[in-house]
């Protein structure tokens, strides 16, 4: 079944400081997939996404997030984490046959910037 | 551009009450869903729709309803109000290839008492 995890519920990184969210899916096709950042009382905005094609992808905000197909992951990371950076982000993958664009989203990673 | 409009942003149901939660879009886009979203859970698909007249459930139906008469309107009714239905819940709404991303609501928070 497809399944997506990110194994870390909750981050806490230094204001200035590199950033890294893990996320590991399960599906049996080539996979879509997308990071969504959710601030408190908002709804998902759309990081970034990858279909195909060049394995490392860049997003708004100034994250990015690479593919690699051998791991099955699409960590998302960014040089150098700002305040307003504090927020949840989910990992999903696309699924489903002829173009339903049904997602199946991680468990969510809470991230906390410290001053 | 107003996107993806939910209606109401909260409200509290008694157990056994009936309440419909609205989503409209503007984009024209063809496919919408239905997400709830609980705390350390993501969100779990509740239902989507992949045109007008087109419906289907998705991982968490038990307990609503949806119905799809037009592009921009995608209704989700809650027949007999549970407590296990207080929840988060986002619509969303895509592209034909769905893949392009979603855009998403800001939300609905339902409390059942």
């Known amino acids: 079944a497809q399944s997506v995890t990110q194994p870390d519920i909750h981050i806490t990184v230094s204001e200035g400081a590199s950033l890294e969210l893990r996320c590991n899916y399960s599906?049996?096709?080539?996979?879509?997939l997308f990071w969504y950042v959710q601030s408190p009382g908002q709804g998902l905005q759309l990081l970034l996404k990858?279909?195909?094609?060049?394995?490392l992808v860049q997003g708004i905000k100034g994250f990015e997030a690479e593919f690699k197909r051998s791991q099955s992951s699409f960590n998302l990371r960014k040089p150098s984490v700002h305040w307003s950076d504090a927020a949840e982000y989910f990992c999903?993958?696309?699924?489903?046959?002829?173009?339903?664009?049904?997602?199946?989203f991680g468990q969510g990673t809470t991230l906390q910037v410290k001053p | 551009n107003a996107g993806v409009t939910q209606t109401p942003k909260f409200r509290i149901l008694k157990i056994g009450q009936s309440m419909t939660l609205q989503c409209a879009q503007d984009?024209?886009?063809?496919?919408m869903y239905w997400y709830r979203q609980d705390p350390g859970m993501g969100l779990k698909l509740i239902y989507y729709?992949?045109?007008?007249?087109?419906?289907d459930k998705g991982e968490v139906p038990n307990g609503y309803n949806v119905s799809r008469s037009t592009t921009e309107d995608f209704p989700l009714r809650l027949e007999l109000a549970a407590p296990s239905q207080t929840s988060v819940y986002f619509c969303?709404?895509?592209?034909?290839?769905?893949?392009?991303?979603?855009?998403f609501g800001s939300g609905t928070r339902l409390t059942v008492v």
């Open positions: 969303a709404s895509s592209t034909i290839t769905g893949g392009l991303g979603y855009t």
């Open positions: 599906y049996g096709a080539t996979p879509y």
């Open positions: 990858y279909f195909s094609g060049d394995t």
């Open positions: 999903a993958v696309g699924v489903g046959s002829g173009n339903t664009g049904k997602l199946i």
């Open positions: 984009m024209n886009h063809n496919y």
């Open positions: 729709s992949v045109g007008a007249g087109i419906t």
